[in-house]
């Protein structure tokens, strides 16, 4: 009897250390994108309804489309129209806010302020990876203290905020949009805080405890408390052409930088760990949390080992016992 619970209490113990920890999904190790329409790639957003996924978008003189690229392939895979929109003007930067909304910003101004407003489109993330068109809901943006470019568009994973940074070589402004988007008004974005950086992109981490800020020759990590931000580290931003966009992957764990050109490249590096008491990344939208296989399965070798020692403890009993 003791020899049998001592081979069930190694079985379990090995079981347990046997299950293999969460990993990233094809892809999050950096692609290049293969398909020749996309020769400007400014924005990207990984999704976390389908693993692996990238959306991305061109600058400018393309025309209302999305295409979702392979990250284990750099394929593109789906291409998305958007309609009920007008004609898109400069757009730079994408990015996913709760309940899969995507978020596009035609936010750019390469005359620093000719422009007296801008828009935001969002989309619903389509569930099926196919070749469609989709209504997306237009936006009117304006800025507080007057017009200006920016290419940096990040939305908050909870509470679905959108915030810009403007685009200035001596460092610009993080700007806070209306806790909702009104579709029939203009929406005023405010000045909250100064980014010490030339921003060419901006993401959340899956959290949102953190914000990553990219321009061409490095990069800023900001921690986050509500509309609070605060310098933490510099980001090893990779060299590239023309550097334009950052996300993070969907489960945290990379930070993915895209450049322009032609079969541009997505390089990825490892993201700053998050302080000790960092929640669990989740998408913010009410659906399993990104990265929950990972606390899943914490949560059963736990269980597992915390058996293999109950048996191995009444074991020891029995000895004594004799």
């Known amino acids: 009897m003791r020899r049998s619970l001592a081979l069930i209490a190694g079985a379990l113990l090995t079981g347990a250390l046997a299950v293999p920890p969460a990993t990233a999904a094809d892809g999050d190790e950096g ?7 996309i020769t400007e790639s400014s924005g990207l957003a990984a999704s976390r309804r389908h693993p692996g996924i990238y959306w991305t978008h061109n600058d400018s003189d393309d025309g209302p489309y999305l295409y979702a690229v392979d990250g284990a392939t750099g394929r593109t895979v789906a291409t998305v129209t958007l309609s009920g929109i007008g004609s898109p003007r400069d757009v730079e930067a994408i990015s996913i ?93 405010e000045p909250i805080a100064p980014v010490d950086l030339w921003a060419t992109d901006a993401a959340f981490s899956p959290d949102g405890r953190q914000l990553a800020v990219r321009g061409y020759f490095g990069g800023i990590l900001y921690d986050w408390n509500g509309s609070d931000i605060r310098r933490r580290d510099r980001l090893d931003v990779p060299l590239q052409r023309q550097g334009e966009s950052v996300t993070y992957s969907a489960d945290g764990t990379k930070l993915l930088y895209g450049s322009e050109g032609e079969e541009s490249s997505v390089t990825a590096e490892d993201a700053p760990e998050a302080d000790e008491g960092t929640a669990t990344p989740s998408t913010g939208n009410g659906n399993a949390a990104v990265g929950g296989a990972g606390a899943s399965s914490g949560l059963k070798v736990a269980a597992v080992v915390a058996v293999a020692v109950a048996a191995l ?10």
């Open 31 to 37: 692609f290049t994108i293969k398909d020749p329409r």
């Open 97 to 189: 806010g709760p309940g899969d909304q995507i978020y596009v910003g035609d936010i750019g101004d390469n005359l620093d302020g000719s422009w007296p407003y801008v828009w935001i489109y969002r989309l619903p993330e389509p569930a099926e990876l196919t070749d469609r068109t989709i209504r997306a809901t237009q936006y009117v943006v304006k800025y507080a203290d007057g017009a200006r470019n920016a290419e940096s568009l990040a939305v908050h994973p909870k509470t679905g905020r959108v915030y810009l940074i403007d685009k200035k070589e001596d460092g610009g402004h993080l700007y806070e949009g209306p806790e909702q988007l009104s579709a029939s008004g203009t929406n005023v974005f």
């Open 313 to 322: 403890l009444w074991l020891r009993r029995l000895r004594r016992s004799d």
